[in-house]
């Protein structure tokens, strides 16, 4: 395993991603948008979705691993 390795498991000062939400079924989904530093709106990007366990934590789970993801992006 290579320190770039370690210190993306172990990196957990990210910030919180663009606030989202939508209408189903008529309960108000929200989210958290993560984009990489050089987002271009212009252009197509993958998309990852993760979605939160019921009984973790959103800064310790689902949007850490998005904020890392998008650090990661090309």
Do not use: C, R
């Not at 290579?2 to 990196?11: I, Q």
């Not at 309960?27 to 958290?32: D, E």
Request: charged share 25%.
């Amino acid at each position: 395993m290579t320190a770039e390795h370690v210190k993306f498991m172990n990196d957990s000062h990210y910030y919180e991603g663009e606030k989202v939400s939508f209408m189903k079924t008529g309960l108000k989904i929200a989210g958290l948008i993560f984009k990489p530093e050089n987002f271009d709106e212009n252009k197509k990007y993958p998309a990852i979705v993760v979605t939160h366990p019921g009984g973790g934590v959103k800064e310790q789970v689902a949007s850490l691993y998005g904020w890392n993801l998008s650090k990661k992006a090309m």
